[in-house]
């Protein structure tokens, strides 16, 4: 079960009069937020992202997060948003649904993800909701509301996602409880704005190099699909209406583009056979790869082998998942995540010779692979091989000085060894996802815990002086 949101948020929503939140995800971009600043967006963004990871919401996967801030980031590589840092990650959701947040945060559900039938058919959401944020639809939608509206919503929008998973607890009985608006018409894009964001984000689509009439031809199959649904109302459909005229001027624009023939890349295909697995319990995920691949019913058969491995090392089946990951790797060129989950198999094989010569060699042919460095510590540590993952941590942290997960991992190996580098490392890991509050919660522990280290320190006082500073300030905001 999903912890509760935090007292914070729920607060936020109980302080106003709104209805009952609909469980699917909801689009924030019709408010104005021509009072507030381009950091303030981006600084409610920040807030409500982290909400929504602390309550479970996002999918925290380093390949999924990374293939996602890929194929974002090459879309949003033209935009011309001068500071503005776009975040893609995926929601723990199996509603066809995608939305963009102030502050450049675009989520998209793993239904969607599922749903699609090419890269390009992502490629083609996930343009649109970069386009929503580079046209600043957020700011210029009309509002008759408080300048702290999109705070409002984007709690709102943490609330709904956390119900939507049909996590029934009490404190989203409590929110709904003192709701008393609809919230269809708020959280939804003008038709307008929608066009808009079609024409630039076709541009997106075709500048990264895809099909431009992929974006067309999916909204066409999820109107087509919607017709045979029991409710008649998916969620992407509810927040982002699709009429016959839409899709025609959407087949219109894309005749302009060359035709372009892109293949899936492998990084697609895996990824979303990865979540496929995480959806389904890995009796259903054996019994669904075996089906598809007897019929022959698949996008790609390397895929469906790779997912079968997943499902069968679920199931603790470590034979089956060897035999299978091995037809995956006949079947599909290398890959990060062929290599990763090859060594995690040997890891649960309890060959853990095997799994870090796994790593080490995919290391040399993906080095960037966060999957794979944080795979090899984990060997490591759970190995007893303290002094190489220790050395291993402070050069992976040279090349990505403000990754959270590194941190938690030095922090492991400092557990009950040296309470001042435990808590200055778990410090950092809560510094550098946001959470303020925690982090200066372990730099004031790391203070007072004995060790003679003047420049970490300074450091950890220095921080605990920003940090005191950022608390004070967003609390006078609040007010």
Do not use: C
Not at 137 to 143: E, F, G, N, T
Not at 285 to 304: D, K, M, T, W
């Amino acid at each position: 079960m999903r912890p509760f949101l935090p007292a914070a948020l729920i607060a936020t929503l109980l302080a106003i009069a709104i209805p009952p939140v609909h469980a699917d995800l909801p689009d924030l971009g019709d408010v104005s937020a021509a009072s507030m600043s381009g950091a303030d967006e981006v600084q409610i963004g920040r807030d409500a992202f982290r909400a929504m990871r602390e309550s479970e919401l996002v999918i925290d996967d380093a390949e999924v997060s990374a293939y996602l801030n890929q194929i974002g980031h090459k879309l949003s590589a033209d935009a011309q948003m001068p500071g503005m840092q776009f975040t893609y990650f995926a929601v723990d959701d199996n509603g066809i649904n995608a939305f963009a947040m102030p502050g450049g945060y675009i989520g998209v559900n793993r239904g969607l993800v599922l749903a699609t039938q090419s890269e390009a058919e992502l490629a083609s959401v996930l343009g649109h909701e970069t386009a929503h944020v580079t046209q600043h639809h957020m700011a210029r939608m009309k509002a008759a509301s408080a300048p702290n509206q999109l705070l409002v919503l984007a709690a709102i929008a943490a609330a709904a996602l956390a119900a939507g998973t049909g996590n029934g607890n009490a404190s989203f009985g409590a929110i709904n409880a003192g709701i008393g608006l609809s919230l269809s018409n708020q959280l939804s894009y003008s038709r307008d704005f929608e066009r808009e964001a079609d024409r630039v984000g076709m541009q997106y689509l075709a500048d990264a190099g895809f099909d431009a009439r992929a974006m067309p031809a999916f909204f066409e199959r999820l109107q087509s699909a919607n017709r045979y649904n029991d409710n008649n109302a998916l969620a992407f459909l509810r927040t982002h209406p699709v009429t016959i005229e839409r899709i025609s001027e959407g087949q219109d624009r894309a005749a302009n583009y060359p035709v372009k023939m892109r293949a899936d890349s492998t990084d697609y295909l895996l990824v979303r056979e990865k979540l496929r697995t995480e959806q389904l319990p890995p009796d259903e995920a054996i019994h669904h790869y075996q089906i598809s691949l007897a019929n022959r019913q698949f996008l790609n058969e390397g895929a469906q082998y790779y997912g079968l491995a997943r499902a069968k090392l679920a199931a603790h089946d470590v034979t089956g998942a060897r035999a299978a990951i091995r037809q995956a790797q006949k079947l599909l060129p290398d890959n990060a995540m062929l290599v990763s989950l090859d060594a995690e198999i040997a890891r649960t094989a309890g060959d853990t010779a095997g799994a870090l010569a796994r790593y080490r060699q995919g290391l040399a042919n993906y080095p960037s692979a966060r999957t794979l460095i944080y795979g090899e510590l984990d060997t490591l540590i759970a190995t007893g091989q303290r002094s190489v993952a220790l050395t291993r941590v402070k050069e992976q942290q040279q090349r990505w000085p403000n990754d959270p997960e590194l941190y938690r991992r030095e922090a492991r190996l400092y557990a009950d060894r040296d309470p001042l580098r435990y808590h200055a490392a778990l410090g950092n890991a809560f510094y550098f996802e946001d959470r303020d509050t925690a982090a200066l919660e372990q730099y004031q522990l790391a203070a007072t815990a004995p060790g003679d280290d003047f420049y970490l320190r300074s450091s950890l006082e220095a921080r605990q002086r920003e940090l005191a500073a950022r608390i004070k300030a967003d609390g006078k905001k609040a007010r």
